[in-house]
């Protein structure tokens, strides 16, 4: 008798929701809302990554553009042209990007 006490004490401390007095449909449940989590948070990271491609190619098309003989010809025009651009680009990624808190953890 007392061997089995020891085996069920060992199984209550390998489960730690067996203190908590959760059964198994309560158990599949947290697991589910546990895996559901991890698949937006999935989800939000891979769009975080495109999003950063995306910005990346406009700033690379951006630089390539600045070495052509018609940016030098306008260069304070292209120069403001950029700069409304940035903001609006700014504002785009503060409002995608930055405002989710599940990307920073």
């Known amino acids: 008798a007392s061997q089995r006490r020891m085996e069920d004490s060992d199984d209550e401390e390998d489960d730690p929701h067996a203190k908590k007095g959760l059964n198994d449909s309560d158990l599949d449940e947290l697991e589910e809302k546990e895996h559901s989590i991890r ?13 950063v491609l995306f910005f990346s190619l406009i700033l ?5 553009f ?9 260069i304070y025009l292209w120069l403001l042209i950029f700069m409304f651009i940035d903001i609006i680009l700014e504002q785009i990624m503060t409002r995608l990007i930055l405002g989710e808190a ?3 953890s």
């Open 60 to 64: 690379l098309v951006k630089l390539e």
């Open 102 to 104: 599940l990307l920073t």
């Open 39 to 51: 698949e937006v948070l999935f989800w939000k990271r891979k769009h975080l990554f495109f999003v």
């Open 66 to 74: 600045s070495y052509t003989k018609l940016f030098s010809a306008n």
